[in-house]
């Protein structure tokens, strides 16, 4: 970078009249002042990029990002729940359309939001590279040479001795190595620098978030998510026109999908019998038979809630649960034309469900003329009996289920071309069953009982054996692995990086005017901490031990030091404050 | 009929672990109201503590401050490095000083103002704090004995949890020989305050509730949410008294004359650039303990619902406060954002940790939505 740079950073060490001794304790960009360019595009485009990658921009985009997602927590999103989004469409007719406008029903996916991230991404990016090179600029080069005042910095000691000026020195260098500091020896004095972890903990760090947007992205351009029913005993194959419905990112290619195959076993739940949270699943689990690739071994395993299968990239979740009564439909002559499993969707938490039969193929009504059947099915597991004025389930559990079924025959329209829902009935071309009272036909069944279509047109039996369902999701999204990756070094870069001090300390020893030895210590970290002192004092009384104190006249008289003028100022006996603490270790460095 | 029998039979063994766990349940409530009654002695205590503190009449801030001490050029440094080589066998010391551009004030001596009954009070008030936090301590965990899980279940066992994670801080801190004991007053305050709001509006019967649902991550994720929002409030706290004390030293430097009653409170407060210091450091431990806390519950997602980011409103408002806590950070390296400005900061991000958890909760509907329902509807979400 140019000039300005050095300019400022000289400042920065003239303030503290230590020189440049305290610049470059950190690789954060200096601001700048925004002194606004006269020359044409390239000198704005430049004095732009500055901006932008300025720690004043950074933090307003920070601040901005954290405003911008405010609105998607309190605005129903469609990305998280449509219905609520269409709830809000209802009751707001004005706003609504002001919002679709803004895309605040897609806030995280919104042209703003993005343009908000991108941007602190960019900054980010044209951040680290710039402090990435100095760095290493850094660690090449040696620390900064002592500054003329040591006593200027936060933390100072000296002390005057017989031992030889070098020979202070040779034991300060070899000191300070042995602690672990870069140390040489310059003129008088030995510079040494510790905590350059703290930077690379922080260059890794906002690395590791670059490669946690990027896994994150990638996650969502490759994801695919599906769901799919499968009743006890039913299998399920990892291809495209297996699932119920099926969603995919951007760059999805079907191809992707991880091949695996799995068969349900049995779905087992037991749910809380008494207390406040009565009806509250226990287990709630299925056991899976699965293999992987096209001809895998089969091995068994068992999904529940927070414990999905994993095969390669793709989860399967279990998301659902249902009961899928067995019924069988026969024709006036008691053939069989129709057993199946039915699954029915849950209305409530008791898993009061409903659906509907559907008979293709197969049966023929009493005049022997082809014709379709259809039941709308409703079931509760736990039947709150006649008295109770309800049809809703009490408890989610198999205790008392009921099955209540209503008839129509006639014409499904099922091979009109268009796709149909299997839980749902298209009535246009269906005809009611009636009963005696020339009301639609209608009838409650415990299970292993049957009841009589009306007219000699057959019977419907509710057999004793009710299956259950369980539904998954299977998800698919690669880049987790980065992600956790990512998210692993951003802490350890975090903790690195703040708890890490990067600090300075120079030994100056030199030979005064009465031929004696002074040692002159001086400290410097980045934030004031109370660890540099702390530390100075115990290199200082290493020192000590190798350079033992000399006696003479009032020591290192220094007639314009600050220190001394002021020490009739401040509060010697101050006994408690926490500044004493701060000098303790100062106190240590004196007992024994 | 079988299946009654069945019932009957759970039932009677439910009512049997029903009777333990009640009796258990009582004592946790037992234990959290003597714990409240503790607190209060402790409040009084450390209120007795400022009182008989302001007696003393210790103004080192104005001294330090006032224009005659400034003539001193250069800011001087606090304390005096070794007298001179008087003596053959004296230790070097160091000589601390403020780096510039900050002032040099020395702090304050704490509530009890160097007086001596001031700082026997302080000091008893320490201990009924330490009474106070075993016992709400033990009523947190007879509570999490009584529903056989952990105590977070629902907002009463949230606030009783934090609030006790919150003194635990405090007296780490105080076991740490930092300088904190004057938060005491504000810290039993606003405990007593979250209690009395559980005991009275959040009181949720204990249940029995044993959700098989459950992941360790879960676990992990709310245990540390708990803890970083107890230090961050310790924090935040720091951040409030940060910024009266820098009014009160700026007014100084200024040649302002501050009341009787502020400068009583604030001659006693650490020095304004101690008090950042404390702020900064608090914020900054815990903010890589967040930023696993945010990881731990993306990873739980990911296991439990099949995403691991998904913009669910107690994810984004997790999010936010990272995101303002990283500001804050970032306001302190940054020119012209320093001090004040940085401390708003941290303020506001502590005021989204709050939302976070009791808006959020309250206002906003999400999968997160424990407010009430317990624990088994968060895991059973999706059904
Ligand atoms: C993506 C958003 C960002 C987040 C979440 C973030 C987070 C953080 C955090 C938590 C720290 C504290 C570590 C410390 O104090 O040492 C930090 C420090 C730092 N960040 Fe960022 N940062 C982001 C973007 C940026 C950008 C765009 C820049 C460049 C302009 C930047 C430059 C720095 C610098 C220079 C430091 C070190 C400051 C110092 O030495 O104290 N960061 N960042």
Request: charged share 20%; hydrophobic share 45%.
């Amino acid at each position: 970078m140019s000039d300005t740079t050095t300019d400022t950073t000289a400042k920065a060490g003239d303030e503290q009249g230590i020189g440049a001794a305290g610049s470059q304790l950190s690789t954060a960009p200096r601001e700048e002042q925004p002194n606004l360019p006269s020359l044409g595009v390239i000198g704005w485009a430049r004095w732009f990029w500055r901006q932008l990658t300025s720690m004043r921009v950074a933090l307003l985009l920070l601040l901005l990002l954290s405003l911008a997602a405010i609105p998607g927590s309190l605005i129903p999103q469609t990305g998280i729940d449509e219905t609520r989004v269409a709830d809000f469409r209802e009751q707001h007719e004005v706003l609504a359309p002001v919002y679709d406008k803004l895309g605040l029903f897609n806030v995280y996916s919104s042209v703003w939001f993005s343009a908000i991230y991108i941007l602190l991404f960019v900054s980010l990016i044209g951040c680290i590279v710039p402090r990435t090179w100095q760095f290493v600029g850094q660690l090449r080069g040696r620390p900064p040479r002592a500054p003329r005042r040591l006593d200027r910095l936060p933390a100072h000691t000296t002390w005057r001795t017989a031992t030889e000026p070098e020979e202070v020195r040779e034991a300060a260098l070899a000191l300070l190595k042995k602690r672990r500091f870069r140390a040489v020896l310059a003129g008088d004095a030995v510079a040494a620098e510790k905590g350059y972890l703290r930077e690379v903990g922080n260059l890794a760090f906002h690395i590791a978030l670059i490669v946690m947007l990027i896994a994150f992205a990638w996650g969502q351009l490759f994801k695919s998510e599906g769901n799919k029913l499968i009743v006890e005993g039913d299998g399920f194959s990892n291809t495209l026109p297996q699932y119920d419905d099926f969603k995919s990112g951007n760059l999805f290619d079907v191809g992707d999908l991880e091949p695996f195959s799995f068969t349900v076993k049995d779905f087992r739940g037991t749910y809380e019998r008494s207390g406040p949270n009565k009806g509250t699943p226990r287990t709630y689990e299925a056991e899976l038979t699965y293999s992987e690739g096209a001809y895998g071994e089969e091995k068994k395993t068992t999904v529940k809630v927070n414990k999905p299968l994993e095969i390669g990239d793709a989860k399967v979740y279990l998301v659902s649960h249902g009961y899928a009564p067995v019924v069988t439909v026969r024709d006036g002559n008691g053939e069989v034309v129709y057993r199946n499993a039915v699954p029915l969707l849950p209305l409530d938490g008791n898993v009061t469900s409903s659906g509907v039969i559907k008979v293709l193929d197969g049966y023929r009504n009493p005049e022997g003329e082809k014709e379709q059947l259809g039941f709308n099915a409703f079931f509760v597991p736990t039947f709150g009996g006649s008295a109770s004025g309800t049809m809703l389930s009490q408890f989610p559990a198999l205790d008392y289920p009921v099955l209540a079924l209503s008839a129509y025959h006639g014409d499904l329209k099922a091979d009109s071309g268009i796709p149909q829902s299997v839980y749902q009935m298209d009535k246009t071309k269906m005809e009611e069953f009636k009963d005696a009272d020339g009301e639609l036909f209608k009838q409650m069944l415990t299970p292993g009982e049957t009841m009589t279509l009306p007219d000699g047109a057959g019977s419907v039996t509710f057999e004793k054996d009710v299956k259950e369902w369980a539904g998954f999701q299977i998800v698919q999204e690669p880049g987790g692995g980065w992600a956790l990756g990512g998210a692993v070094v951003a802490i350890g870069g975090l903790a690195g990086s703040l708890f890490i001090q990067r600090r300075r300390v120079w030994v100056r020893a030199v030979k005064g005017a009465d031929g004696v030895t002074v040692v002159e210590m001086g400290g410097l970290g980045r934030s004031e901490s109370a660890k540099v002192p702390e530390e100075l004092g115990d290199l200082a009384e290493i020192l000590y031990d190798r350079a033992p104190g000399a006696p003479g006249p009032d020591g290192p008289h220094d007639p314009d030091d600050p220190t001394e003028a002021s020490a009739a100022a401040a509060d010697p006996p101050a006994s408690d404050s926490a500044t004493e603490s701060d000098v303790e270790p100062a106190e240590g460095a004196e007992k024994q | 009929m079988t299946l009654a029998a069945a019932t009957d039979l759970a039932g009677a063994a439910t009512q049997l672990a029903a009777a333990t766990n009640e009796s258990l349940a009582e004592m946790s409530n037992v234990l959290i109201y003597s714990a409240m009654a503790v607190y209060t002695l402790a409040f009084f205590a450390y209120i007795a503590e400022w009182i008989f503190g302001s007696r003393s009449k210790v103004a080192r801030t104005a001294a330090a401050l006032t224009p005659k001490a400034q003539e001193a050029e250069g800011g001087p440094a606090v304390t005096v490095r070794q007298g001179g080589g008087t003596a053959v066998l004296e230790r070097p010391k160091v000589a601390v000083r403020a780096t510039a551009g900050t002032r040099d004030v020395p702090d304050g001596p704490g509530a009890h103002g160097g007086d001596e009954q001031g700082d026997l009070y302080g000091r008893i008030a320490v201990s009924l704090t330490v009474l106070a936090f075993l016992l709400a301590l033990g009523g947190v965990v007879t509570r999490a004995l009584s529903v056989e899980r952990a105590p977070w279940g629902n907002m009463y066992e949230f606030n009783i949890t934090f609030s006790t994670t919150a003194v635990g801080v405090y007296l780490a801190l105080l076991a740490l020989k930092k300088n904190v004991r004057w938060i005491g007053l504000f810290l039993t305050t606003a405990v007593l305050l979250d209690l009395g709001l559980a005991v009275t509006v959040l009181y949720t019967e204990s249940d029995q509730l044993v959700p098989a649902l459950h992941s360790y991550w879960l676990y992990i994720h709310v245990s540390t949410a708990i803890l970083c929002g107890a230090v961050f409030y310790v924090g935040a706290m720091g951040t409030i008294m940060y910024l009266f004390k820098d009014s009160y030293e700026n007014k100084l430097v200024n040649g302002g004359k501050p009341g009787a009653f502020a400068t009583s409170v604030m001659e006693r407060l650490p020095a304004a650039s101690s008090l950042d210091k404390f702020a900064y450091r608090v914020n900054a431990a815990v903010f890589p303990l967040w930023t696993f806390t945010i990881i731990a519950g993306a990873i739980w997602a990911g296991d439990a619902w099949g995403r691991y980011w998904g913009w669910d409103p107690k994810e984004t408002w997790s999010f936010i406060t990272w995101v303002a806590y990283a500001g804050y950070l970032h306001a302190r390296a940054t020119a012209g954002w320093k001090g004040r400005k940085a401390a708003y900061l941290a303020l506001a991000a502590f005021a989204c940790w709050l939302f976070n958890y009791y808006g959020v909760n309250i206002f906003v509907s999400g999968k997160h939505s424990y407010a009430d329902v317990g624990l088994g509807a968060l895991a059973a979400v999706g059904f």
